[in-house]
T-cell receptor, first 115, second 112 residues
Framework: AQTVTQSQPEMSVQEAETVTLSCTYD???????LFWYKQPPSRQMILVIR??????QNATENRFSVNFQKAAKSFSLKISDSQLGDAAMYFC????????????FGKGTRLHILP | NAGVMQNPRHLVRRRGQEARLRCSPM?????VYWYRQLPEEGLKFMVY????????ESGMPKERFSAEFPKEGPSILRIQQVVRGDSAAYFC??????????FGQGTRLTVV
């Protein structure tokens, strides 16, 4: 069974600063995807970044990057130059690569941006 | 590509009525997932469907809830005889094969 754990229910960061959201996971799969989703107050779920577990290079999307530590089963999200629009719930998720299955989500981290 | 479309966005039902939530996946996506989000909680998986087939319904309550994804038309999540505890946001997601699943904006169900 897969599990995803986000141990920080809430975090705050000053505008323009950098913040890191933690995520650990457990899976018996050899190949899988990891995702970070953003859920702003509109409640829409937005895919922020995706990492294939077989890739050693950390994924990056503009101000968003991940620190993927496969042996430690850790997948943290770093947001650089935080902006007010980054305020949202952030969900970490995992998905097996080679078979049909469901995405497993963590409980989320609420990120506050302080002006 | 219009994205994953869910309707209605908001649905109010009295206790005992039926709720029907619709989800049109992105064009070319044959995998559909339904999730429920209770206030201040993460998303809980309910059911995973491919065209005309239920692949995994392990997260769906055994009573009153059903889902379908017909060959033509949207996926439907149906809740019969709704109760107050069914009030939540219901999200649909679709993917072509799991490489980045895309979500709809959700349907907020309120049972009064």
């Amino acid at each position: 069974a897969q599990t995803v754990t986000q141990s920080q229910p809430e975090m705050s960061v000053q505008e323009a600063e950098t913040v890191t959201l933690s995520c650990t996971y457990d899976t018996s799969e050899s190949d899988y995807y990891l995702f970070w989703y953003k859920q702003p107050p509109s409640r829409q779920m937005i895919l922020v970044i995706r990492q294939e577990a077989y890739k050693q290079q950390n994924a990056t999307e503009n101000r968003f990057s991940v620190n993927f530590q496969k042996a430690a089963k850790s997948f943290s999200l770093k947001i650089s130059d935080s902006q007010l629009g980054d305020a949202a719930m952030y969900f970490c998720a995992s998905y097996p690569m080679n078979r049909d299955d469901k995405i497993i989500f963590g409980k989320g981290t609420r990120l506050h941006i302080l002006p | 590509n219009a994205g994953v479309m869910q309707n209605p966005r908001h649905l109010v039902r009295r206790r005992g009525q039926e709720a029907r939530l619709r989800c049109s996946p992105m064009k070319g996506h044959s995998h559909v997932y339904w999730y429920r989000q209770l206030p201040e909680e993460g998303l809980k998986f309910m059911v995973y469907l491919q065209k005309e087939n239920i692949i995994d319904e392990s997260g769906m309550p055994k009573e009153r809830f059903s889902a379908e994804f017909p060959k033509e038309g949207p996926s439907i999540l149906r809740i019969q005889q709704v109760v107050r505890g069914d009030s939540a946001a219901y999200f649909c997601a679709s993917s072509p094969d799991g490489q980045g699943t895309f979500f709809g904006q959700g349907t907020r169900l309120t049972v009064v």
